[in-house]
């Protein structure tokens, strides 16, 4: 049982470019999020999935878009990086029914960085 | 809108000695959910204690245990017998019942001095 995991673990891209930042989990769990942390702050959430098929924005979604294509994994695309875009990215997913429904699991980050 | 905060930016403490770190929320909900997290230096977020808003009882997990207090909507930490190993930004969060959504403080920098 892998958990919540994240690929890659470092990145540096240009201002402009694209790129789509992997998360997958093995717990069938049917919530999964993306949040980002930025110096000094706490984390925010960018956008979140109840389940395939369904996602939704959370408080900082500009520039950003998902899709749930699977109960497994839930990417999350940068369309055209800004360097106020410079983070690092948590995924974390949640149970929604039985068991401990209200704690969330993270994955080990990414961290971004955008010139 | 529920905000987290965490007034303490840096906390030192003693090898083996206790330290406590302080949480307050707004929230005009009546069921919802407290956590601590512990992040090292390896950027993981892990889970350390968890308190469900309608329990009185407070949460003790080991040498962690929390004070709730809800009426004062305060929810602090307690570290007993600090070891090395607590070192790491601590967070507090709040989650709706029904929610998916973690809100965040802005976290509490921990260190233990041998």
């Known amino acids: 049982n892998a958990g919540v995991t994240q690929t890659p673990k470092f990145q540096v891209l240009k201002t402009g470019q694209s790129m789509t930042l992997q998360c997958a989990q093995d717990?069938?769990?049917?919530?999964m999020s993306w949040y980002r942390q930025d110096p000094g702050m706490g984390l925010r959430l960018i956008h979140y999935?109840?389940?395939?098929?369904?996602?939704d924005q959370g408080e900082v979604p500009n520039g950003y878009n998902v899709s749930r294509s699977t109960t497994e994994d839930f990417p999350l695309r940068l369309l055209s990086a800004a360097p106020s875009q410079t983070s690092v990215y948590f995924c974390?997913?949640?149970?929604?029914?039985?068991?401990?429904?209200?704690?969330?699991?993270f994955g080990p980050g990414t961290r971004l960085t955008v010139l | 809108a529920q905000t987290v905060t965490q007034s303490q930016p840096e906390m030192s403490v003693q090898e083996a000695e206790t330290v406590t770190l302080s949480c307050t929320y707004d929230?005009?909900?009546?069921?919802?959910?407290l956590f601590w997290y512990k992040q090292p230096p390896s950027r993981q977020m892990i889970l350390v204690i968890r308190?469900?808003?309608?329990?009185?009882q407070n949460a003790t997990e080991n040498r962690f245990s929390v004070n709730f207090q809800k009426a004062a909507k305060s929810f602090s930490l307690k570290i007993s017998d600090s070891q090395l190993g607590d070192a790491a930004m601590y967070f507090c969060?709040?989650?709706?019942?029904?929610?998916?959504?973690?809100?965040f403080g802005s976290g509490t920098r921990l260190l233990v001095r041998p």
């Open positions: 974390a997913s949640r149970r929604r029914k039985g068991g401990t429904t209200d704690t969330q699991y």
């Open positions: 717990m069938n769990h049917e919530y």
């Open positions: 999935s109840v389940g395939a098929g369904i996602t």
């Open positions: 929230t005009s909900e009546s069921d919802y959910y």
């Open positions: 308190q469900e808003a309608y329990k009185q």
């Open positions: 969060a709040y989650a709706e019942d029904s929610s998916y959504k973690l809100i």
